[in-house]
């Protein structure tokens, strides 16, 4: 108990470091030792759902600290994805959308890289652009730029929220719905690939995120968005809760294998511990079980491919 509370501490104190990043090699110092602590703490079954918000939160805060600024010549930096949601791994992709004139964030990127996190750029590229122009933006997105523009919160979700219509959400999570169990000789395939990150989180985060703007909530995270979502009666009670459980059952899956250094790996079913074989398995079976019953209350007919990559969450 005491190695605990000792590490409860050590997550504090970074954190509260975080924002007052004054030089480049605190910002450098402060991402690199975070990775040290989430690994500890995750060898130490501290829980998932705490992990997420304070990795999420210490990274946006370095990157709105003045080491960055002073990186980034002062760009104006608004996280998206899921940094910006809350729900970040330490293999999430970094993303951010920048608003303002002339500044760079190429340096940034670099950085990031080289502490072993993953700056990604977004779909629209590194240039900033004026508030005017973001909106305008907005306005005209097709669904994969939308889900940025909802996970960057602020007035990006605002005006999100303002359209009249979330169905390219909606159309969104179906497409990236779990595959389908396959089989052999009758019994689930053994070696079949798996990708936590493709097959049970996004489609979560992704039916989350248009219940939330269903329901005409400014949440950002996921949990947050399906709650949001079954207030609303967006989801049922059923629905939310299968929801809640498979994504409590991914992120503490996902955790696990980062901490013990598989998760860049191809893995297949056999490769996982029969436990959490089984706990995947059931997790996205439910996941596709809520996202087709949605399908069918909404009218709305599931795409026949199924994406073998997310985009960047």
Known sequence: MAVINVLHSSLVELAEQAPLCADIPTVRGVLAESQELLRNATNHNADAHELLSWFSALVSDVLHSPGVQELTGGAQLIVTGAVGRGDALPTSPIRWLTVGENTDTSRLSELIARVGLTPDKTAFGVRARTQDQWRSM???????????????????????LALDSYTPLLIDALTHRPPALQTLDGLPDREVSIDVRRDLLYPIIALARWAGAAAQSTAVSTLARINAGEQAAI??????????????????????????????????????????????????????????????????????????????D
């Open 138 to 160: 907005i306005q005209q997105a097709s669904k994969w730029e939308l889900t940025l523009f909802a996970d960057a919160g602020t007035w990006y979700l605002e005006e999100v």
């Open 235 to 312: 989801l049922s009670s059923d629905q939310a809760d299968l929801l809640r459980e498979a994504w409590h059952a991914g992120i503490t899956l996902q955790f696990r294998r980062w901490a013990d250094k598989v998760h860049t790996q191809n893995a297949q079913a056999e490769d996982l511990p029969a436990i959490q074989r089984s706990v995947f398995g059931a997790s996205s079976r439910n996941v596709s079980l809520v996202l087709r019953s949605i399908a069918a209350s909404y009218n709305v007919a599931l795409p026949k491919e199924i994406p073998t990559t997310v985009p960047g």
